[in-house]
């Protein structure tokens, strides 16, 4: 028989039943109570070994309570309950020095498995602030796919760990960033984002790390490079993956020294900035291509963070619909609703571009739309003016035609070599072989239009222009 004693706080009788018997049959002793005025007497007499508490009880936010048991018994788990699933209620849950956080409703299993884990160890006392605003919502949903984000965002609030956030376009990778930062330990420093994608590639260096007067042509002053800017604060680098390797070189020397000179400079300058990175693109097939240094990946992926494409998480859209009508009208843009079946209908889409699609259709649907609400004709009318995404005829190519042509290719290929082995780089040939076609049909398909083209693709339109560049594609100006 254990002989630890669990704490339960819920003013609902039958979670604390169910609760009381999941952890009874683990072994545990239980005392349950509706009331924080209860949990707290018991926790001042010295009682039980872990705590597990609903947030709001009738009496008390829990909230209110936590750091009082914190600074009482320092090494007393709590964990936290919540059926109002937010990002701001695992970021407090966490500021307030709770052990852990879980979402309602909560799995059983994971609960009693979570008491286990807070009771073989020492929790550290975390420090409370008081002063951090909980009523903005920099991340929304409340899918178990974004439960799980937040709370690996409440955790990591609490370290300076490189975080490496991956997920396509458009699911909110640099918000991730920026809730990382603002509610972390550097909040008062800078938060700097730089895209790789952005830059021209004889540029970056000059653009991360500065450079001198005189360091190059064109360089008539000394300027501050992004390491500098983000001092203290965070740094976060979005698209890593169209770094060129030679930037690259830098940035790992960076992480491994602490250190980095300017552009044009001798003289080493010490740096204090968080590293946050973030890409949609696959890096290990971009190592297996000699395009990306493996150690600096395995230095930037510390803690890996996947965002899940609006697709995985169709149940959060209600949710991000009403965020976004009510961020529109605090613009000054006329308050919306939509229709019961215009939300089932946007539930069902796709979403090629994930959430940064939604929002942007909502948007014109405010400003066009005369009705105060928008229903599904709108709805309909507003996604068939959009580009088509992969299907019909070049759905029926990449199932039938597309084998075909690479069993053609492949037999042309290594038949050019005779008996013996080609060398290595294949992929790579047959990207530059195949891009660009496929670049030119999606421009041609737009009109020469280059962010519907890149959204035809699933890519942002900096990523677009790189390729363009890259194949020596021409485009049609007018378009860009």
């Known amino acids: 028989m254990n002989s630890k004693t669990v704490l339960i706080a819920d003013d609902d009788s039958a979670i604390r039943t169910v609760l009381s018997q999941a952890l009874s049959r683990a072994g545990y002793s239980v005392r349950s109570t509706a009331t924080a005025a209860a949990l707290w007497r018991w926790v001042t007499e010295g009682q039980g070994d872990a705590v597990v508490t609903d947030v709001v009880l009738p009496d008390e936010n829990a909230f209110d309570v936590i750091p009082r048991i914190k600074k009482l018994r320092p090494t007393l788990p709590v964990i936290v309950m919540s059926a109002k699933n937010t990002i701001m209620t695992a970021i407090t849950a966490a500021e307030r020095g709770a052990y852990d956080y879980l979402p309602k409703p909560f799995d059983l299993n994971a609960l009693v498995q979570t008491v286990g884990r807070a ?16 009523e903005a ?23 300076d760990l490189t975080v490496m956030i991956v997920g396509e376009s458009g699911t909110g990778k640099e918000l991730v960033a920026r809730a990382l930062h603002d509610y972390g330990r550097r909040r008062k420093g800078a938060f700097v984002a730089v895209n790789m994608a952005a830059i021209p590639r004889e540029l970056i260096e000059s653009e991360l790390f500065g450079h001198e007067k005189g360091s190059f042509t064109g360089a008539t002053s ?48 010490k740096t204090n900035v968080r590293i946050i990175t973030a890409t949609h693109r696959d890096l290990r097939q971009l190592i297996n291509q000699g395009q990306f240094r493996e150690d600096l990946f395995y230095r930037l992926n510390v803690v890996p963070l996947r ?35 215009a939300i089932n209908r946007l539930q069902s889409h796709r979403w090629p571009g994930n959430v940064r699609e939604l929002e942007n259709l909502l948007r014109r ?10 229903s ?35 037999s042309r290929y290594f038949a050019g070599f005779g008996t013996g082995l080609p060398p290595q780089g294949l992929y790579e040939r047959i990207l530059a072989d195949v891009e660009p076609a496929l670049l030119r049909a999606c421009l041609a398909a737009t009109g020469g239009n280059q962010l519907k083209a890149a959204e035809l693709l699933g890519i942002n339109r900096n990523t677009l222009r790189v390729k363009l560049r890259d194949r020596n594609v021409k485009v049609v100006r007018g378009f860009d």
Not at 119 to 134: D, G, R, Y
Not at 365 to 374: G, H, P, W, Y
């Open 222 to 269: 000394r300027m501050a490079g992004r390491f500098e800017q983000a001092e203290g604060g965070t740094l976060f680098l979005d698209e890593i993956g169209d770094m060129p390797l030679e930037a690259q070189t830098r940035l790992l020397r960076v992480l491994q020294q602490g250190e980095y000179t300017t552009v044009g400079g001798n003289a080493p300058i």
């Open 376 to 410: 599904l004709p709108a709805i309909e009318r507003e996604l068939a003016s959009t580009p088509p995404q992969a299907s019909g005829p070049i759905q029926d190519f990449t199932a039938s035609s597309l084998p075909e042509f690479m069993e053609n290719y492949l």
């Open 365 to 374: 649907l405010v400003a066009i739309e005369i009705d105060d609400t928008i």
């Open 119 to 134: 009771l073989e160890q020492s929790s550290k006392p975390v420090a409370a602030n008081a002063n951090q605003p909980v």
């Open 137 to 159: 919502l920099p991340i929304v949903g409340r899918s178990p796919a974004m439960q799980e984000i937040y709370r690996i965002i409440a955790r990591l609030t609490q370290t």
């Open 307 to 341: 965002l899940p494409p609006l697709r995985e998480r169709a149940e959060d859209i209600p949710d991000l619909v009403r965020h976004f009508l009510l961020q529109a009208a605090k613009e000054g843009l006329p308050r919306k609703d939509l229709t019961k079946d």
